[in-house]
């Protein structure tokens, strides 16, 4: 499922650490041909999704957003990790006549959308897909779009070693001139608030949770986690060893995308959000 620019499926030099800063032992981060490990997440939350903590801040997210991106009728959107496609929907509904495409790699978290928008009476285009070949599942709408976004790191949810062919993906699914928005987790903040139970690889940056995850008829299940963290200047060369060229970077926080001025990053600021254009 990932490009020749992943890294090859191999034992990798880890150094995990606790809450206290100590050796520990964590479960193996999945390879670039692994599944994606948020499939059996979003097919046990389905609907439920929308009760996640982060998915209360989509006007904030929206408004902000739109502060920063030029969007109006006609406009091509396409979401990358899209979950139950709530910022497309409410951007439809704010702004009719966009065009809005979503991508998801849980069949549930895409029909949960797609109900959603029936309900709403709000029109978006939503599909089944792996960001890591995001290309392929795009077919020929790939360069087609104005506007490309992955927000609360939803196309970095596959594994954490294949975030480069995400972000590459992301900018040739926009066409010439086109923006790519994206936010990523905070190396900083990562590694200053590690819970416990969790731990972090201080030699690539990830951070790994066991986490409770809720779904439908009080179901819950247990799943790792394992999110690749940034700091701002790596988040903005990712996206520039993709060809993007970064306009600004801020940090942010869901439901917080407007607290921060361009350029603007605090130590606690949870995400970091870096907007780019591809050349024209």
Request: net charge negative; charged share 20%; proline share 7%.
């Amino acid at each position: 499922m990932s490009s020749a620019s992943s890294p090859p499926d191999r034992p990798r030099r880890v150094s995990w650490r606790d809450h206290l800063d100590q050796p520990v032992e964590v479960p193996a981060v999945p390879g670039p041909q692994a599944p994606a490990f948020y499939v059996p997440i979003g097919e046990l939350q389905g609907a439920e999704y929308r009760r996640n903590a982060f998915a209360a801040g989509t006007t904030e997210e929206l408004a902000a957003l739109r502060e920063i991106i030029a969007i109006g009728p006609g406009t091509r959107v396409l979401d990358v990790g899209c979950g139950d496609a709530r910022h497309l929907r409410a951007l439809v509904a704010e702004q009719p006549g966009v065009h809005a495409v979503g991508i998801d790699v849980s069949d549930a978290l895409v029909a949960a959308g797609r109900q959603a928008a029936a309900t709403s009476n709000v029109e978006v285009e939503l599909h089944t897909g792996d960001a890591r070949s995001l290309t392929a599942v795009l077919g020929d709408l790939a360069g087609t779009f104005d506007v490309v976004w992955s927000l609360c790191q939803g196309a970095l949810g596959t594994s954490p070693l294949t975030d480069p062919d995400v972000v590459a993906g992301m900018a040739a699914a926009a066409r010439p001139g086109g923006t790519v928005v994206m936010t990523f987790f905070h190396a900083l903040f990562a590694a200053r608030h590690v819970a416990p139970g969790d731990a972090f690889d201080t030699l690539d940056l990830v951070h790994h949770q066991l986490a409770e995850v809720r779904g439908p008829d009080h179901a819950r299940e247990e799943f790792d986690l394992w999110t690749a963290s940034y700091t701002a200047r790596e988040a903005a060369a990712l996206a520039e060893a993709a060809g993007l060229v970064v306009s600004t970077v801020r940090g942010v926080e869901p439901g917080a995308y407007g607290r921060r001025r361009d350029g603007e990053v605090a130590l606690d600021d949870p995400e970091v959000l870096v907007v780019a254009q591809r050349p024209a």
